[in-house]
């Protein structure tokens, strides 16, 4: 899979996958209580957008955590768009596959990149998080 390639549209019938599009929605508004709320309190969340800054991978643990995350995210790109072509229910996973729209604060350069993530659950709320800028890695770690 490159990141040429266009992705069709899963229905997205499943509960799994309606969890995973509400919070996607939420974040997308910045809206942290409503993410929270279906997070489990032991969420691990690990986003790709801190190696877009040329950071390190960082693992962000409970709520606290997450809410810290959304913090400097949004410090440093406050626009931030994510829309998902495909949605998967795997039981207890979910991989959602499409493209991210940041603009960064202090240059005001758009991107566009592919961008998925794959995500577990435990007791109907999302217990792990990892999203990818290569949709082709986030398919190989979901059937891991």
Do not use: C
């Not at 040429?4 to 019938?13: C, I, K, N």
């Not at 509960?15 to 929605?25: G, K, T």
């Not at 768009?81 to 996973?93: F, K, P, Q, S, T």
């Not at 577990?120 to 792990?128: F, G, N, P, V």
Request: glycine residues 6%; proline residues 6%.
């Amino acid at each position: 899979m490159t990141a040429s390639e266009t992705y069709t549209v899963a229905p997205m019938a499943s509960e799994n996958a309606r969890l995973a599009q509400l919070v996607l929605d939420a974040y997308n508004r910045w809206a942290v209580e409503p993410v929270l709320s279906e997070l489990d309190p032991e969420i691990e969340w690990r986003p790709v957008i801190p190696m877009l800054l040329g950071g390190e991978a960082t693992v962000y643990r409970g709520h606290d955590d997450v809410r810290r995350m959304f913090g400097e995210i949004r410090d440093a790109f406050p626009e931030v768009r994510i829309e998902l072509a495909e949605v998967r229910d795997l039981g207890d996973r979910v991989i959602g596959i499409g493209h991210m729209e940041t603009r960064g604060k202090a240059s005001g350069v758009v991107t566009d990149t592919p961008w998925a993530f794959v995500a577990h659950l435990r007791d109907d709320k999302l217990l792990r998080v990892q999203t990818y800028l290569n949709p082709a890695e986030a398919l190989a770690d979901a059937d891991a």
